[in-house]
T-cell receptor, first 114, second 108 residues
Framework: NAGVTQTPKFRVLKTGQSMTLLCAQD?????MYWYRQDPGMGLRLIHY???????AKGEVPDGYNVSRLKKQNFLLGLESAAPSQTSVYFC?????????????FGSGTRLTVV | DAKTTQPPSMDCAEGRAANLPCNHS???????VYWYRQIHSQGPQYIIH???NNETNEMASLIITEDRKSSTLILPHATLRDTAVYYC?????????FGKGTMLLVSP
């Protein structure tokens, strides 16, 4: 039981390049989330999904796109990377019921845009 | 979601209880209090949550005041591995909003 797996773990991009971050969960969770964390800051929500085929914007969605074609996968895309998108990206998943047992987070993707 | 206020940092001696406070004076009746922690460079880890009753699990205890305007997370016997940033979050919707949390340093 792997939980939430993020790939890649590290990446360096040049300004203007594109890339896709993959999040996969094997817990059959309905909800999935993408957060970013900058140095000394808490996590900020980028986008989230409440089920297969659905996505919604979070606090800081600009510059990112997402897709949830399969229940177990949530993809985060950067179409034209900018230095301001240098950050650590965390994916998480959860059950949808109100009384739940918490989000399960992945180990993060460290992205540097130069 | 209601906002929370936490001290930026706290110290605790190994083996002693760590009591982490959180103020959430604008909490509404249907909002839960959640605690997560983030050990350096790792993804956050769920600890505990509650609505109005005190809660305990294998990791910690959560004490919520009767008026629900504040809460305390208690780690009964802190170890060096409990050094982390602890986040107190109040939520009613489908997402969690993380603040800056409290950096707990457990020392030998």
């Amino acid at each position: 039981n792997a939980g939430v797996t993020q790939t890649p773990k590290f990446r360096v991009l040049k300004t203007g390049q594109s890339m896709t971050l993959l999040c996969a969960q094997d817990m059959n969770h309905e909800y999935m989330y993408w957060y970013r964390q900058d140095p000394g800051m808490g996590l900020r929500l980028i986008h989230y999904s409440v089920g297969e085929g659905t996505t919604a914007k979070g606090e800081v969605p600009d510059g990112y796109n997402v897709s949830r074609l399969k229940k177990q996968n949530f993809l985060l895309g950067l179409e034209s990377a900018a230095p301001s998108q240098t950050s650590v990206y965390f994916c998480a998943s959860s059950r949808p019921d109100r009384v739940y047992y918490g989000y399960t987070f992945g180990s993060g993707t460290r992205l540097t845009v130069v | 979601d209601a906002k929370t206020t936490q001290p930026p940092s706290m110290d605790c001696a190994e083996g002693r209880a760590a009591n982490l406070p959180c103020n959430h004076s604008t909490i509404s009746g249907n909002e839960y209090v959640y605690w997560y922690r983030q050990i350096h460079s790792q993804g956050p880890q769920y600890i505990i949550h509650g609505l109005k009753n005190n809660e305990t699990n294998e990791m910690a205890s959560l004490i919520i005041t009767e008026d629900r305007k504040s809460s305390t997370l208690i780690l009964p016997h802190a170890t060096l591995r409990d050094t982390a940033v602890y986040y107190c979050i109040v939520r009613s919707g489908s997402t969690l909003t993380f603040g800056k949390g409290t950096m707990l340093l457990v020392s030998p």
